[in-house]
């Protein structure tokens, strides 16, 4: 069974970087063939933010966030890392991670971690 475990978040100034890891246990290439970040605002649906690959050879970026977030795996390490940089009060959401096998349907999720963006 796959465990997701996220840190990391916290309260930051706009303007300022924050750096989220997801940890997994259980997980081979079956079950974290990809790995993504999403994010949900109160009032809002849940949203991709970004997504990897087993490799680490293919990423993808949310509109929002290209440019000033990075997504990276180290799969010996079983962690998968999100490094928030210029981050904007929109950003202000509970960031999850999720493994899966097909992209678009993750099968694993994280409990949350919450960012908060002050102005």
């Known amino acids: 069974q796959v465990q997701l475990v996220e840190s990391g978040g916290g309260l930051v100034q706009a303007g300022g970087s924050l750096r989220l890891s997801c940890a997994a246990s259980?997980?081979?290439?079956?079950?974290?063939?990809?790995m993504a970040w999403f994010r949900q605002a109160p009032g809002k649906e849940r949203e991709t933010v970004a997504r990897?690959?087993?490799?680490?050879?293919?990423?993808w970026y949310a509109d929002p966030v290209k440019g000033r977030f990075t997504i990276s795996r180290d799969n010996a390490k079983s962690t998968v890392t999100l490094q928030m940089n210029s981050l904007k009060p929109e950003d202000t959401a509970v960031y999850y991670c999720?493994?899966?096998?097909?992209?678009?349907?993750?099968?694993?999720w994280g409990q949350g971690t919450q960012v908060t963006v002050s102005s």
């Open positions: 999720a493994s899966g096998l097909r992209v678009g349907a993750p099968k694993y």
């Open positions: 990897i690959n087993w490799s680490g050879g293919n990423t």
């Open positions: 259980g997980c081979n290439y079956f079950s974290c063939y990809f």
